[in-house]
């Protein structure tokens, strides 16, 4: 089954289940949130009820992120991705990278829509996409096996982690962030999909072989199968929940693919900025087979001043008195 929030005629956000009519309603005070965490049978029940309703036609409404994710969790799942991405910096994957999955907390607040704009972030000359699918929790764990975590997948969705690579580098010298790099924008949707309607596509090793294509202005950029992560997801929930809680409609992605999941990684293994950085105008699609499309276009975004630079650095050690 599939959920949707969405929009209707600039109306209140409304939880709905899609079909080939389009989004059915679902009642107005239920969220996508309160069906997760109200478990998948439940959820599924649910959804059934809402398919004998009228629907919406999808271009009729405004497709929002589809859970209001109490946190955002991202990996670095792909070695391929690791490897291009160190490769510009004459580098290889850091053995670290194969000791245990990586993430970083990225803003909820930043989540859009499939089909919403884009602004460039203040100060970024070097705007990219990155093509992801990412997990959301179905119920709340700690500590959780590999084997419980699989039993607390709700369903998948696609994500893209726009990236501002200049501010980002500038972060990750300090050897801390991203954060300016990654908080502007993150692309959730088009809707969520139960786990069960994906099953069908796990190969034997249990990693969920999907077609995963990113293109810009409608030239393919990146192509890759979802089953080239290091890790399934079951692997990071739990890794996410080691010593730490993890919590129904928390959102967990897989990291950029590789084969052109991000430009940077092409940057980093042809040695040019080839193709260009996104600039206005330039639209992104993200495609993955089982869930769906995002579609989202670049714009201008605000202008603002220069942010001030740290001061000399004081020397005296104790308060003056007196």
């Not at 993430?103 to 990155?130: H, K, M, N, R």
């Not at 999941?261 to 193709?275: F, H, Q, V, Y």
Request: net charge negative; with cysteine; hydrophobic share 40%.
């Amino acid at each position: 089954m599939r959920f949707a929030t969405y929009s209707r005629d600039g109306g209140p956000a409304r939880a709905g289940v899609v079909s080939a009519a389009g989004v059915h309603p679902m009642d107005e005070d239920v969220t996508v949130l309160d069906l997760v965490r109200a478990g998948l049978g439940a959820a599924l029940e649910a959804g059934t009820r809402a398919l004998a309703g009228p629907a919406v036609p999808l271009p009729a409404v405004r497709l929002l992120p589809p859970v209001e994710a109490p946190t955002v969790r991202d990996f670095v799942a792909f070695e391929e991705h690791v490897e291009g991405m160190a490769a510009g910096g004459g580098g290889s994957v850091a053995p670290e990278w194969y000791q245990a999955p990586t993430f970083y907390f990225t803003s909820p607040y930043a989540l859009i829509g499939a089909q919403d704009d884009v602004p460039v972030p203040p100060g970024c000359q070097v705007l990219d996409y990155e093509l992801e699918v990412a997990v959301v929790v179905g119920g709340d764990g700690t500590s959780l096996s590999p084997e419980e975590a699989r039993e607390h997948i709700f369903g998948y969705t696609v994500l893209n982690d726009w990236s501002a690579r200049d501010l980002q580098r500038r972060e990750m010298n300090v050897h801390l962030g991203p954060a300016k790099g990654k908080d502007f924008a993150t692309t959730l949707g088009p809707w969520l999909v139960t786990a069960d309607e994906l099953d069908p596509y796990r190969d034997a090793d249990g990693f969920l072989a999907l077609d995963l294509r990113a293109t810009v202005n409608g030239t393919l950029t990146g192509q890759d199968l979802l089953s080239n992560m290091g890790w399934p997801f079951e692997e990071l929930i739990s890794y996410a929940s080691r010593g730490a809680q993890v919590r129904a409609g928390d959102v967990l992605g897989s990291g950029t693919c590789g084969n052109g999941g991000c430009l940077a990684e092409l940057w980093g293994r042809s040695g040019k900025s080839d193709p260009t950085p996104l600039r206005p105008g330039d639209v992104v699609e993200l495609a993955v087979e089982g869930i769906g499309t995002v579609r989202n276009r670049v714009v201008a975004g605000v202008t603002l001043p220069p942010v001030r630079e740290a001061r000399s650095r004081p020397v005296p050690r104790a308060r003056k008195r007196g």
